[in-house]
């Protein structure tokens, strides 16, 4: 009795809410759905990129093309399932009509099956970077205009034979994104001649890696870490127990503020750490100055903000502002399934804080990668600097597609 | 029935429980009284459907008319699925004194056979067998209910609070032994696209058929439960969960009837987690994770563990919850809804939604002074 009663309200204001209402095109406000992991271990990261996708809306002050932007948000903690079910709310319930995100690698996989089964709404990516998301049964309504996890690792091959680490060591967490973000780095050092004699893996969350660190060879450079917050933080604490001294070479989401601001007796060892990243808080183009001076204007440290805006926020804004340009370039014009905004989303050139971006023809970015290495300023903090910028990084990593293997375990591989 | 009566259904009966229906139990039970308890029971059973019966099974039935494809599926479905291994709990520890936390492990099982055996697309596509689907499925349940009962073998010596911990233990391995291997599990990615086969024409992925699947083999499993409750071997299990000392001195094998009853709990749980992850589409490691191991807890205290109703009133209001709460309060702290409606509940009623439905009953329905 008790579920007729709330099944008949709920079913009845849903009803009420929607049922009726035609769908007019212009003037209406457009729903765009934003889905971030608000929960989980992701939440800090999900709750910046709800920053970074807002700071794109506010920049229009929330009007494009004479119609008002509604955001309506949802929540993941990072589990495929959960995703799915709170774009589905989004998508089929408050009836978004351009849907953002998620957040997180597998995350992005299922939503991306979930695109095709609603092929009326536009999907655009929040941050997640696996690469099987555009590069496996993409979806024709899936886009993504940020670069994925091995984009950003392009050129740290390089850096790190520069630097003189002709062998190194792998430590990475054991899933689709760092497998992704270590072919981005092998594929290059390796042509290049480097060798990597031990690959690790480690679970995700992991607390105890000291069976890693008793596995690390004594002829090795450098170790490549490619760790996410609280992971990395957690080896780095347990390397300087174990007295390791080697450099180290991040991935990503490695050096990123919770590493910059670890406290531990390594810190002065994390100087010269070099990584890759779409991201480098000290990268002096205006447009990205201007992107940051927003950020901390919009929200300052003490509403519980980064100092820098994150990785998070900058990708989330740049696939809203991906969102709303495109709405602008078809004035607004939703109609015949999207089928005009779609077309302007495939072909528009974005300008983003840091460099223009195109989609190839699987709808992912082609964007730019920054090689950062860590400094230490005359206050004592740590921060990336730039050390090179590279363009136009495609999918393939510059391979043919014949000869591209998507990353795994044992793919590439150079003892 | 005389004690001897219950002994010898019992001892006839519990080797049977798992595949016991009506056919097989009037053959395993061929004692006059127990089968006049049989037909008692079909009687009381039939005399037992009042008003509100009718009203729910209608409403249940044509519910996906009235409701947008999204309530259908995400809430409908998903509640029922839910619900029907929750179930498994309330059997478990409603009626047999038994909290297992193991229930959505037997379903993770089940579903990670579906997607093992049937098709699905793994980033490394090698592991899957392809077989078709009714095989996977058929398979998948075989061994998930011989994992249930391995489960109960393992923890049925134990009682109350270290049958908790010895069950969270087999699941927490579970899912640590998903996340981990990658030669059968696929690790932390699991399997993408497990989705429902299309029979005869009609593909179960939409939501009206998905939601009627759901919905047949939930309402089997209630009436199912309700059946078993009162044949013999529910009634001496509900008797070893009051005084398994007692039973054991009338000659009950305790340690069996308590396996079997897992093993009844487990084909349960393993439908359940065969439909949830045709609902998801997907299985990974994350569903079988220590907050689904607390959400089907959740979800059964929630309901109240009274009446095998309450796992799926339960259910209902966990979706819900997790659907909507975003919408009703900051969207940044809305889980702190869902665990003040969970606590309120819990707090005015122990025994959950049905204890506060049935002492509303009590205080407006039941004439003053009078006794119903």
Not at chain 1, 190 to 206: H, Q, S
Not at chain 1, 255 to 281: C, E, F, H, M
Request: proline letters at 4%; a positive charge.
């Amino acid at each position: 009795m008790r579920r007729t009663f709330v099944k008949t309200v709920v079913a009845t204001a849903v009803v009420a809410a929607f049922g009726g209402i035609a769908y007019a095109q212009q003037g209406k406000p457009v729903k765009i759905g934003l889905l971030a992991t608000l929960e989980g271990p992701f939440a800090a990261g999900g709750a910046d990129g709800m920053r970074g996708a807002e700071m794109a809306v506010n920049e229009r002050k929330g009007m494009v093309a004479g119609r008002k932007i509604e955001i309506v948000k949802a929540s993941s903690d990072a589990k495929p399932d959960v995703a799915v079910n709170a774009t589905r709310k989004l998508v089929e319930q408050d009836k978004v009509d351009i849907m953002v995100g998620p957040l997180s690698g597998g995350e992005g996989i299922a939503v991306k099956e979930y695109s095709k089964t609603q092929p009326n709404i536009t999907f655009i990516n929040g941050s997640s970077g696996a690469q099987a998301t555009t590069l496996v049964n993409p979806s024709p309504n899936f886009f993504r205009f940020n670069t994925e996890g091995a984009q950003w690792m392009v050129g740290l091959g390089k850096a790190a034979l520069d630097k003189g680490y002709k062998r190194v060591m792998v430590i990475a967490e054991d899933y689709a994104f760092p497998y992704s973000q270590v072919q981005g780095f092998m594929s290059e050092y390796c042509r290049l001649g480097g060798k990597v004699p031990v690959k690790a893996w480690v679970p995700l969350g992991g607390k105890d890696y000291a069976s890693v660190i008793a596995r690390i060879p004594k002829d090795v450079d450098a170790l490549v870490v490619v760790l996410g917050g609280a992971d990395a933080v957690n080896f780095l604490n347990q390397y300087e127990a174990a007295g390791g001294d080697k450099p180290m070479v991040g991935g990503s989401i490695t050096v990123s503020q919770d590493i910059l601001n670890y406290k531990g007796k390594r810190r002065d060892s994390l100087v010269g750490t070099i990584a890759g990243s779409p991201i480098a808080d000290s990268y002096d183009a205006p447009e990205f100055k201007k992107f940051v001076t927003d950020y901390q204007k919009a929200y300052p440290v003490s509403s519980g903000a980064y100092p820098s805006p994150s990785l998070f926020a900058l990708v989330y804004y740049i696939n809203m502002k991906a969102a709303l340009d495109g709405l602008d370039a078809v004035k607004g014009d939703l109609s015949d399934g999207q089928k005009k905004y779609r077309e302007a989303l495939s072909k528009m050139t974005l300008k983003t804080p840091v460099g223009d971006v195109k989609l190839d023809a699987n709808r992912q970015a082609i964007g730019t990668t920054f090689i950062t290495e860590v400094v230490k300023d005359s206050q004592g903090n740590l921060s990336n600097k730039v050390l090179r910028k590279v363009d136009g990084i495609d999918q393939m990593l510059g391979m043919k597609k014949e000869e591209f293997q998507m990353g795994s375990r044992d793919v590439p591989n150079c003892p | 029935m005389s004690a001897a009566n219950w002994r010898n259904a019992m001892n006839s009966g519990a080797g049977r429980a798992v595949m016991m229906n009506r056919g097989q139990a009037a053959v395993a039970l061929p004692l006059p009284g127990v089968g006049g308890n049989r037909g008692l029971s079909l009687i009381s059973l039939i005399s037992g459907i009042g008003a509100r019966h009718v009203v729910v099974l209608a409403f249940v039935l044509a519910y996906p008319w009235f409701a947008t494809p999204f309530f259908t599926f995400q809430i409908g479905a998903q509640s029922l699925a839910l619900g029907l291994i929750a179930l498994s709990l309330t059997f478990l520890g409603g009626y047999g004194g038994m909290v297992s936390l193991a229930q959505i492990t037997v379903a993770g099982i089940a579903g990670y056979g579906v997607a093992i055996f049937g098709a699905a697309s793994a980033a490394d596509a090698s592991i899957s067998l392809g077989w078709p689907w009714w095989v996977a499925v058929l398979i998948s349940i075989v061994i998930a209910t011989v994992g249930a009962a391995f489960i109960g073998w393992l923890s049925v010596r134990t009682e109350g609070i270290y049958t908790i911990m010895i069950t969270l233990a087999v699941g927490v391995a579970f899912y640590y032994l998903c996340l981990q291997n990658y030669s059968v599990f696929n690790g932390f990615q699991g399997f993408q696209r497990v989705h429902a086969p299309t029979v005869l024409g009609i593909n179960l992925r939409d939501p009206l058929p998905f939601y009627y699947l759901v919905l047949f083999w939930s309402l089997a499993g209630y009436f199912f439960v309700k059946y078993l409750l009162r044949a013999p071997f529910g009634i001496a299990l509900q008797g070893i969960r009051d005084n398994p000392r007692r039973m054991n001195a009338l000659g009950f094998n305790v340690t069996a009837h308590r396996i079997a009853a897992y093993a009844v709990a487990g084909v349960m749980a393993a439908v359940g987690g065969v439909l949830l992850v045709w609902y998801n589409g997907l299985i990974g490691p994350g569903s079988v994770g220590t907050s689904w191991i607390i959400n089907i807890l959740i979800i059964a205290v929630l309901g109240g563990m009274r009446h095998p109703i309450g796992a799926f009133l339960g259910a209902i209001v966990f979706v819900l919850l997790q659907t909507f709460a975003i919408d009703m309060f900051d969207r940044e702290r809305f889980n702190l809804v869902i665990g003040m409606v969970f606590l309120i509940i819990v707090l005015f009623s122990p025994d959950g939604l049905l204890g506060w439905w049935a002492g509303l009953k009590s205080r407006f329905l039941t004439p003053r002074g009078g006794v119903r």
